[in-house]
């Protein structure tokens, strides 16, 4: 019943007026953004948080959550039409889905990419309200010692999924754990690293910095690439799928659906894992493996499902625990700590008009995402036409304005554009950024949970271990290291990553 009282309360808040009108707006950038090549979701939220500030909060999470799911839906658009991935999790639908288009089957290809995604999205709302009780009746039960032990998790998590280097990933964390330290120390009043600099008295600023190194770095490493994109000639036809069509995609659908639900979950899980991995398991299961790379409709519907589902169960950990399982939902904690909401298990019973709206937005989002991008298609194919050069002034500018905005600080914008120059070097390094962002997240939180661990327990270390549930924590965080250390681990996790 208390479920179904929630859902009552998500259903009553996401269906106001203005919060539909900010689901759609959601929806409809998400969409934008995914079809065009180069902003993905992260540089997008990054870029939007400024304006999000003056926003209920749930409108706010509502917007933002919208271009997430919608990004997943638009970045199969290009990847089925032009052979462009969006963004990362549609790489793996150019495969299959642009063979397809090739063959004169464009309209199954995106009427099968919708379905799957609607479906998939469909189930996920449903495992996130089953699953967010008892995970947030679990969470009340964690103490500092706990919480602490979780992070450190959530950060070594996000070292073994990142691209590249292990010891580029965790430098990348301690270096964003070393800036979140940046201010005065609430505990004894003395300032640190600020080098007399009155505007470090308050730490750094999330936005700036994660609109700098995600926003304006990518952006700018994007001018550099080659902008060639054929889209495919054929007229785009019979966007209803066959009988036939739709018999041989529903397995696919519901183990894509399987794979994203339980990999979103996964901290550290990134917007490529839950597709890759549904793919692979659709080639495994295959009677006749060789379809695949032809125009096979399970590659398009399997990932697609999988890239959604994975979207939407990512918000698990953070509507539950306030840990974010990857950078885009460290961006989310960033906008929830922008509207004075603390992030953590209480957020369920103290803003349950945020939670179950948001939740139920969820629903409605994937509703609007499926009437907008089948009868649309045309519309947003045509965006691919704009060139990418006249895009950029005018991202800057918006940047420039909304970063001013948060406080009204010359310091910050000076702080973005100086944060936009690091992530492009970054990138020209092959350093992946998001490490940085969830350490410069999670610092605060895991010294404030550190400290509070060690004043309760008189400052006795073992507390960590005499605890079950974070000795179980920092046994994984064991067994994860030492896995890193062998050398056939990191070699299979070499040859993943480059697959």
């Keep these: 019943m208390e479920l179904l009282d929630n859902l009552m309360l998500g259903l009553s808040t996401a269906f106001q007026l203005k919060n539909l009108m900010f689901c759609l707006i959601g929806a409809l950038i998400g969409t934008a953004i995914g079809v065009l090549p180069g902003i993905g979701p992260i540089p997008t939220i990054a870029l939007l948080l400024p304006f999000t500030f003056g926003l209920e909060p749930a409108s706010a999470m509502i917007m933002l959550a919208g271009i997430f799911y919608g990004a997943q839906y638009g970045g199969s658009t290009t990847a089925i039409l032009v052979n462009v991935p969006g963004e990362t999790s549609s790489v793996v639908t150019c495969i299959d889905g642009h063979e397809m288009a090739k063959r004169g089957r464009a309209g199954a290809a995106l009427a099968t990419a919708a379905i799957s995604s609607f479906f998939a999205g469909t189930v996920a709302t449903l495992v996130i309200a089953l699953l967010a009780l008892p995970l947030s009746a679990l969470a009340l039960k964690f103490t500092a010692v706990e919480y602490f032990s979780l992070l450190v998790l959530g950060l070594i998590a996000a070292v073994v999924m990142a691209h590249g280097s292990v010891m580029k990933s965790l430098a990348m964390v301690l270096l964003g754990l070393l800036i979140g330290l940046i201010g005065i120390d609430v505990n004894s009043g003395v300032a640190r690293m600020t080098f007399g600099i009155t505007e470090l008295s308050d730490g750094i600023d999330f936005v700036p910095v994660a609109m700098g190194l995600f926003g304006l770095g990518e952006i700018i490493a994007n001018l550099e690439r080659k902008?060639?994109?054929?889209?495919?000639?054929?007229?785009?036809?019979?966007?209803?799928?066959?009988?036939?069509?739709?018999?041989?995609?529903?397995?696919?659908?519901?183990?894509?659906?399987?794979?994203?639900?339980?990999?979103?979950?996964?901290?550290?899980?990134?917007?490529?894992?839950?597709?890759?991995?549904?793919?692979?398991?659709?080639?495994?299961?295959?009677?006749?493996?060789?379809?695949?790379?032809?125009?096979?409709?399970?590659?398009?519907?399997?990932?697609?499902?999988?890239?959604?589902?994975?979207?939407?169960?990512?918000?698990?950990?953070?509507?539950?625990?306030?840990?974010?399982?990857?950078?885009?939902?460290?961006?989310?904690?960033?906008?929830?700590?922008?509207?004075?909401?603390?992030?953590?298990?209480?957020?369920?019973?103290?803003?349950?008009?945020?939670?179950?709206?948001?939740?139920?937005?969820?629903?409605?989002?994937?509703?609007?995402?499926?009437?907008?991008?089948?009868?649309?298609?045309?519309?947003?194919?045509?965006?691919?036409?704009?060139?990418?050069?006249?895009?950029?002034?005018?991202?800057?500018?918006?940047?420039?304005?909304?970063?001013?905005?948060?406080?009204?600080?010359?310091?910050?914008?000076?702080?973005?554009?100086?944060?936009?120059?690091?992530?492009?070097?970054?990138?020209?390094?092959?350093?992946?950024?998001?490490?940085?962002?969830?350490?410069?997240?999670?610092?605060?939180?895991?010294?404030?949970?550190?400290?509070?661990?060690?004043?309760?327990?008189?400052?006795?270390?073992?507390?960590?271990?005499?605890?079950?549930?974070?000795?179980?924590?920092?046994?994984?965080?064991?067994?994860?290291?030492?896995?890193?250390?062998?050398?056939?681990?990191?070699?299979?996790?070499?040859?993943?990553?480059?697959?």
């Design 227 to 499: 902008d060639e994109r054929r889209v495919v000639s054929q007229s785009i036809r019979d966007l209803i799928p066959t009988w036939a069509d739709l018999k041989q995609a529903f397995p696919a659908m519901l183990r894509g659906t399987a794979v994203g639900s339980i990999l979103g979950v996964l901290p550290g899980g990134g917007a490529a894992l839950p597709p890759f991995t549904a793919y692979a398991l659709e080639k495994k299961l295959a009677k006749d493996p060789s379809r695949f790379g032809k125009g096979a409709i399970e590659g398009v519907a399997g990932p697609e499902a999988a890239n959604n589902a994975g979207a939407q169960t990512s918000f698990i950990p953070l509507l539950t625990l306030g840990v974010p399982s990857n950078a885009l939902m460290a961006l989310m904690i960033g906008a929830l700590m922008m509207q004075g909401i603390q992030p953590g298990p209480q957020v369920m019973t103290e803003q349950p008009v945020l939670v179950w709206g948001l939740i139920a937005s969820m629903w409605a989002g994937n509703l609007m995402l499926l009437v907008i991008n089948l009868p649309l298609v045309g519309v947003w194919v045509s965006m691919l036409k704009i060139p990418y050069r006249l895009l950029f002034p005018a991202i800057v500018l918006f940047c420039c304005i909304g970063t001013y905005g948060i406080s009204n600080s010359l310091f910050n914008v000076w702080l973005m554009l100086g944060c936009a120059v690091i992530g492009y070097f970054f990138i020209k390094i092959g350093v992946e950024p998001a490490p940085l962002l969830l350490g410069l997240v999670l610092g605060p939180q895991l010294e404030e949970n550190f400290r509070r661990a060690l004043l309760l327990a008189d400052g006795d270390f073992t507390v960590f271990v005499r605890h079950p549930i974070s000795a179980g924590l920092l046994a994984v965080v064991v067994i994860l290291l030492l896995a890193m250390l062998s050398p056939a681990v990191l070699r299979k996790r070499k040859q993943a990553l480059t697959e």
